[in-house]
């Protein structure tokens, strides 16, 4: 509604100067869309002070939500690397007992 008021009026000041010569109408016709949507304004401070609030709001929940998605993979790629260094720790442990002759089943086992 605001942003109509508006446009009516702006389009309606650029006419009138244009087409009528109005040199003078062009200012007053400004001053008064802005009364318009300022009044437009304060009456509705209220409804806009709350879509401001849920829209900060959102924001930050997204911004939450990307960090912890963030933090997600950082842990998936941790994870990662330690079942690689474990598993690369457990064969080097089994060929070092394999090649020392200190075979045992759990060691067997653990290798497979």
Known sequence: MIKQSLCRSG???????????????????????????LTHIRNNREAIDKIVEILLEKETITEISAELQRERQKNAELIERISILEAQILKRDNNSLLSNGQVSILAIVNYY
């Not at 389009?11 to 318009?36: C, K, N």
């Open 11 to 37: 389009f309606h000041t650029v006419q009138m100067v244009t087409t009528f010569g109005m040199p003078e109408i062009g200012p007053w016709l400004s001053d008064r869309a802005y009364e318009i949507a």
